[in-house]
Structure formats: structure tokens, C-alpha cells
């Protein structure tokens, strides 16, 4: 899918290719990633195993994915916080240390989308 973000004068237009984080499309990730501006590593704040394999995703986006990319993580079903296994707390940090954005959000009610993509605009 395509998203056009407004960013002061100009407009980011963003190609967006979802794998779901399926083993099926690890193979191909770096065929994804390559010469990507950003990307957005998501993890569902319900399953702390999600928050385990997104730290893989992460390691290896760093090793084979451009240099200067800028990377965001996404903590979603934020609508579902309270059966949540994820402290926002711990994926802050470790967002910190790998110098990603990180916004809790829902695809499902549409909650921190726009934020998450102005931040990465930005």
C-alpha cells in the first residue's frame, strides 16, 4: 500500500510492505529493506513474545538493512492495554538504545497511526 504524509512543504509518499513478521517472508526481508528511507518494526503489546521476535527483526535490519534508516517500532493493539504483557516502559527503552521512535497504536481503531507516520516524517 501507499501513504502520502504532509511534512512542513513537503510530501512524504511512503511504499508499504507488510510481511506480518511470517517466517515464510524472512528470506525476502532484505529485498524489502533495501534502500528504505524507514521501517516500521511492530510488535504486539499483548504477547511479549512478539516484543522478543521484533528485537531479532531489529538486529537484522541493523546488519543488512541502509545505514541511516530510520527506525520506528510500533507497540500495537493499544485498544487491548489491558491484557497487555508489554510495560511501555521496557520497549521505550529499548527504543532509546537503538535510537528508533516507538508509539503504542491500533490498527484496528485507527489510534497513533498519523502520529506514527508524522514522527517518522519528521
Not at 520506528?72 to 520497549?91: F, Q, T, Y
Amino acid at each position: 500500500m501507499t501513504k502520502t504524509v504532509p511534512c512542513g512543504n513537503e510530501l512524504h509518499k511512503f511504499l508499504i510492505w507488510d510481511t506480518a513478521g511470517q517466517e515464510r517472508f524472512h528470506s525476502l526481508a532484505p529485498m524489502y529493506y533495501r534502500g528504505s528511507a524507514a521501517a516500521v518494526i511492530v510488535y504486539d503489546i499483548t504477547k511479549q513474545d512478539s516484543f522478543h521476535t521484533l528485537k531479532k527483526w531489529v538486529k537484522e535490519l541493523k546488519e543488512h538493512g541502509p545505514e541511516n534508516i530510520v527506525m520506528a517500532i510500533a507497540g500495537n493493539k493499544c485498544d487491548l492495554s489491558d491484557i497487555r504483557e508489554v510495560p511501555m516502559k521496557d520497549a521505550k527503552e529499548y527504543a532509546e538504545s537503538i535510537g528508533a521512535i516507538v508509539v503504542e497504536t491500533s490498527a484496528k481503531n485507527a489510534i497513533n497511526i498519523e502520529e506514527l507516520f508524522q514522527g517518522i516524517s519528521k
